[in-house]
């Protein structure tokens, strides 16, 4: 299937490993161009050249942190000085700490609000404008399967997410008409550095193995395993796709059928 992205410029935020990282491979591999970004600049260019060698697509790299404005300023700058223009916004970023209500001060959700909730307005707030001259967009914003189903301990991911899950929905009535779509996507468990850090953290309050907190969770999803990133790419790619035109406002669950809700 064609997905029409050739010639498409694509920014993917935290894109040096994980879920982020497999976007910008799939999005590659279908012929856009790709700016990725991440905190830490090493991994991040290693990504970067991998993706290159397995896809011969075209690839900047701009460290940067998306908690940051000013970051944030510089990473869309580059990303215009070197494209002209973004067509596809996938905005990701690390979860925020785990933890009950009563261990989480302010600083700490001051910081996840910046992370999780403010990155997502400020990058669109950048992209939109363009996208709306164009009459062409896709926004992408990687969530979580806890705006759907809370996950015990993460306070801030189960608040900050639904955060994000309100104001896309809204967005992507706002835009519509400007011929941009605006989704979200709610990865499940998925073998990635994120998903390894909550079982080692479960595993600590539990007094049990990693392993164990592992196969908790495996045996709570209908397919018995957790998720690999590329699968979860896949659909990220399709999202961005000339095909999902008609898409907008919806939030879709990768989980295996972990999630137990009707919609």
Known sequence: MDLGLRGKVALVTAASKGLGRAIAEELAAEGASVVMCARGKEELARAAQAIRDATSGEILDVQAD?????DI???IESALDRFKQIDILVTNAGGPPSGPFESLGPEKWND??????LSVVNLCRAVVPGMRERKWGRII???SITVKQPVDGLM???SLRAGVTGFARTLANEVARDGITVNNILPGYTRTERVESLARAAAERD??????SLKKWENE???RRIGEPREFAALAAFLASERASFITGTSITVDGG???SLL
């Open 258 to 260: 972990w999630t137990r």
């Open 156 to 158: 801030l991911s189960n």
């Open 141 to 143: 914003n990687v969530t």
């Open 207 to 212: 007094g049990t193995p990693i392993e164990e």
């Open 66 to 70: 998306v908690s940051s404005d000013a």
């Open 112 to 117: 996840a609000i910046h992370l999780t909730l």
């Open 221 to 223: 999803i209908p397919m």
């Open 73 to 75: 300023k510089r990473l």
